[in-house]
T-cell receptor, first 113, second 114 residues
Framework: AQTIHQWPVAEIKAVGSPLSLGCTIKGKSSPNLYWYWQATGGTLQQLFYSITVGQVESVVQLNLSASRPKDDQFILSTEKLLLSHSGFYLC????????????FGPGTRLLVL | GEQVEQLPSILRVQEGSSASINCTYENSASNYFPWYKQEPGENPKLIIDIRSNMERKQTQGLIVLLDKKAKRFSLHITDTQPGDSAMYFCAASGGNNYAQGLTFGLGTRVSVFP
């Protein structure tokens, strides 16, 4: 069975500080991977997607960047956090091969002060 | 791209009755329509989905209908229980680009009262 793990579970960071959030999926090779952001009480906004190692496509940047250094790993980062970055960050995966069902990881809750 | 509208934003229903949520989409090439349930503090969980080759799907007290002509799909929760109280999101695929991901509606907060 596939498992998806996100780290950290939660973070409190200062405005202007750097950020790195991680996502790992086990039990599935060559998944499609996605980053979503959710404001408190809001909808899910897709940020990035990746269909293969080293390749990331941006949907909405929000002054963030993403990388896929390994087949099973997806990283979201920024060098300078803004207050507006606060929210719930969700990684999701889909099987690829034109199968678009997506499953979400547990998420990382971020508060920027 | 895709735009998804979801209504109502808030839905209060009495326990045992039905709850219905409606979504419309713009891109006629969209062909996959999942529904997610999100409880407070949790991640969204896929509860049911429907593809464009179907008009109706049912599982465990949930019914999804798809009207491709009207670009409309809906979720019906039959015999609602307190455990059905949550946020519900509809979504549509990006159409021809399977990899691109989902566009979500703004969500419906469902509250089931005794």
């Amino acid at each position: 069975a596939q498992t998806i793990h996100q780290w950290p579970v939660a973070e409190i960071k200062a405005v202007g500080s750097p950020l790195s959030l991680g996502c790992t999926i086990k039990g599935k090779s060559s998944p499609n991977l996605y980053w979503y952001w959710q404001a408190t009480g809001g909808t899910l906004q897709q940020l990035f997607y990746s269909i293969t190692v080293g390749q990331v496509e941006s949907v909405v940047q929000l002054n963030l960047s993403a990388s896929r250094p390994k087949d099973d790993q997806f990283i979201l980062s920024t060098e300078k956090l803004l207050l507006s970055h606060s929210g719930f960050y969700l990684c999701a995966w889909s099987p690829g091969n034109n199968q678009d069902t997506q499953y979400f990881g547990p998420g990382t809750r971020l508060l920027v002060l | 791209g895709e735009q998804v509208e979801q209504l109502p934003s808030i839905l209060r229903v009495q326990e045992g009755s039905s709850a219905s949520i409606n979504c419309t989409y713009e891109n006629s090439a969209s062909n996959y329509f999942p529904w997610y349930k999100q409880e407070p503090g949790e991640n969204p969980k896929l509860i049911i989905d429907i593809r464009s080759n179907m008009e109706r799907k049912q599982t465990q007290g949930l019914i999804v209908l798809l009207d491709k002509k009207a670009k409309r799909f809906s979720l019906h929760i039959t015999d609602t229980q307190p455990g059905d109280s949550a946020m519900y999101f509809c979504a549509a695929s990006g159409g021809n680009n399977y990899a691109q991901g989902l566009t979500f509606g703004l969500g419906t907060r469902v509250s089931v009262f005794p």
